[in-house]
């Protein structure tokens, strides 16, 4: 037998996933390949993507599921990741540069030339 709180928890898993399919569908439909690199810190999802030869860095914010910013990154190789670093997110953002972007809304807040590329693997 199931207990009445464990009953309402599936009840109240399928609903959320009910209206998620059907009002979040085109808010966060994503056309391209998902990479390896995704990053989940205080209520929302950081991932890469690639869509022909462009890569991004999409923001989803997780409570309500709203894509929060997007950017246009330099598509250096499939291993190429970004890193998480206090309120920031760092990224190879063109070609020879090094950007920091805020978490919250995705503006640059600053960048450096620099040969650095940032891997899979990278520990900098």
């Not at 990053?39 to 989803?60: C, E, K, M, P």
């Not at 709203?66 to 070609?95: M, P, Q």
Request: charged share 20%; aromatic share 10%.
């Amino acid at each position: 037998m199931i207990g009445l709180s464990r009953l309402a928890k599936i009840f109240l898993s399928v609903g959320v996933l009910a209206v998620c399919s059907v009002s979040c569908t085109t808010e966060l439909n994503i056309t391209g390949k998902m990479s390896e690199n995704y990053i989940v810190s205080r209520g929302a999802l950081f991932l890469t993507y690639q869509n022909n030869n462009d890569r991004f860095i999409r923001a989803i914010g997780l409570d309500p599921l709203t894509t929060k910013w997007e950017k246009n990154i330099v598509n250096l190789s499939d291993d190429a990741v970004f890193r998480l670093y206090g309120d920031h997110i760092v990224s190879n953002c063109r070609s020879g540069e090094v950007c920091f972007f805020s978490r919250e809304n995705g503006n640059e807040t600053f960048s450096f030339p620099s040969s650095l590329k940032i891997k899979k693997g990278y520990k900098g």
